[in-house]
């Protein structure tokens, strides 16, 4: 049993930070790609950042310099740093981890949190 779930969500003013984690725990042989999602309320779930197992990221356009990904892989945890939050960037943030779990029915799977609210708003 392979689990994903998210911290660090909260009501933050305009400008303010926040960081939100990713803990993946349970029958885990290696995680690959970590990468956070957003959905706002009517919209669609959007990609923010990513992070590959040797560290390479990726962001979206309205997030660089102001979000940073970063991953500890003995941690089994992902981060995201979000710096100078705006109303815009209120969602619900997923964390999307792809892992191959240990065992001789090893399987590699991508795996869903259920989500931490981050709300900006003065």
């Known amino acids: 049993q392979v689990q994903v779930v998210e911290f660090g969500g909260d009501l933050v003013e305009p400008g303010g930070s926040l960081r939100l984690s990713c803990v993946a725990s349970g029958n885990i042989f290696t995680i690959y790609g970590m990468t956070w999602y957003r959905q706002a309320p009517g919209k669609q779930r959007e990609f923010v950042a990513a992070i590959t197992a040797l560290h390479n990221t990726n962001y979206q356009d309205s997030v660089k310099g102001r979000f940073t990904i970063s991953r500890d892989n003995a941690k089994k945890t992902a981060y995201l740093q979000m710096n100078n939050l705006q109303p815009d960037d209120t969602a619900l943030y997923y964390c999307?981890?792809?892992?191959?779990?240990?065992?001789?029915?090893?399987?590699?799977?991508?795996?869903w949190g259920q989500g931490t609210q981050v709300t900006v708003s003065s």
């Open positions: 999307n981890a792809v892992i191959r779990t240990a065992g001789v029915d090893s399987t590699t799977d991508e795996y």
